[in-house]
């Protein structure tokens, strides 16, 4: 493992220089910031394999005709459950040195993403920080929001999007048929994304936090270690998921939602050989567009919170997280 992030580090300043400069995103500040690291840095360092999962899927898939990328990422997925996911990395990993041609073509998208993964670990901050009282825990996480919403040019919509946007379109759902096992770990990270917010609300005392944050970490390695079969086999959701956590903010729980969805499309633009490689860029867009747009193409709320039973069973989307 460290060979190989090696060599990508190395390249690092190389492959930045040929990039043009470009905006970044900063988090909101506060004191409770790497709380989650500090008291649960197994999980938290979890994350930094999930940048890796997610930059390499989409390099692998943007620069190889689809038959030699599923070859390449059956490597990646040896490596990240044999290795990186076994021991994961101290410190967050430049996604740049990884996904250097994505993030050419789809820069927009990757600062998108990079958005919404700083609301996930801020909100775990927040629920990790001891010195927070429940009410004022919930109403920096509100805060949270609000800061991530600002940010008008990156942020996902607070209402639930159509699932008709993720597997309904022409080049829907062909990322999960050719390559179901990746897809399959992919979902797993999303289980854990949101189930993880569900740890810290199963009961009042902080003093179980730890042990709570073990247990959903562990029913993860059980889904990874049980994999094809044990791999959720529909997205999961939010409001299936983690429940107590969508009840008690919604407008984060969509953003999530939102974001679980856009991973999919764009894995399946990028996988779909009927979009050219020079066209992937533009549909990219085009799906943001869509995908950002508050007034369109929507999932009532009644029906987002029925999806666990609509999509055959909380069950397929890996089940409730927490007790």
């Known amino acids: 493992m460290i060979r190989r992030l090696l060599i990508v580090l190395l390249a690092l300043p190389t492959m930045l220089m040929a990039q043009q400069r470009r905006d970044e995103v900063r988090p909101y500040p506060g004191s409770f910031n790497w709380q989650f690291l500090g008291r649960h840095a197994d999980a938290a360092r979890l994350f930094n394999a999930f940048d890796y999962g997610h930059a390499i899927l989409y390099e692998r898939l943007l620069t190889l005709p689809l038959k030699d990328a599923k070859v390449a990422l059956a490597d990646e997925y040896d490596f990240l459950v044999g290795d990186l996911l076994v021991k994961p990395p101290r410190f967050a990993i430049p996604e740049e040195a990884i996904e250097p041609t994505y993030a050419k073509v789809a820069w927009r998208a990757k600062v ?9 670990r801020q909100i775990y901050d927040a629920y990790a920080d001891p010195r927070l009282t429940p009410a004022e825990r919930d109403a920096l996480i509100e805060r949270i929001t609000d800061y991530y919403l600002e940010e008008t040019r990156y942020a996902l919509p607070t209402v639930p999007k159509s699932m008709a946007l993720m597997d309904e379109q022409p080049f829907s759902q062909i990322f999960r048929r050719e390559v179901p096992q990746f897809n399959g770990l992919i979902w797993s990270y999303h289980w854990l994304q949101i189930g993880l917010y ?12 730890a042990a709570s944050v073990r247990q959903v970490t562990g029913r993860w390695r059980a889904m990874v270690q049980g994999a094809p079969a044990a791999y959720p086999s529909v997205m999961p959701m939010a409001p299936a998921v983690a429940p107590r956590f969508s009840k008690a903010h919604p407008r984060a729980a969509a953003i999530f939602d939102n974001l679980h969805m856009l991973h999919d499309i764009i894995s399946d633009i990028l996988a779909a050989p009927t979009i050219p490689r020079a066209g992937k860029g533009a549909e990219i867009q085009r799906q943001l ?6 007034t369109r193409d929507l999932m ?24």
């Open 198 to 209: 569900e740890a810290f609300l199963t009961d009042d005392d902080r003093s179980n936090d």
């Open 112 to 120: 998108t993403f990079d958005w919404a993964h700083i609301l996930h």
């Open 300 to 323: 009532g709320a009644e029906h987002w919170w029925m999806m666990g039973d609509m999509m055959g069973g909380v069950g397929k989307m890996g089940g409730v997280a927490g007790g």
């Open 289 to 294: 567009d869509l995908m950002q747009d508050p």
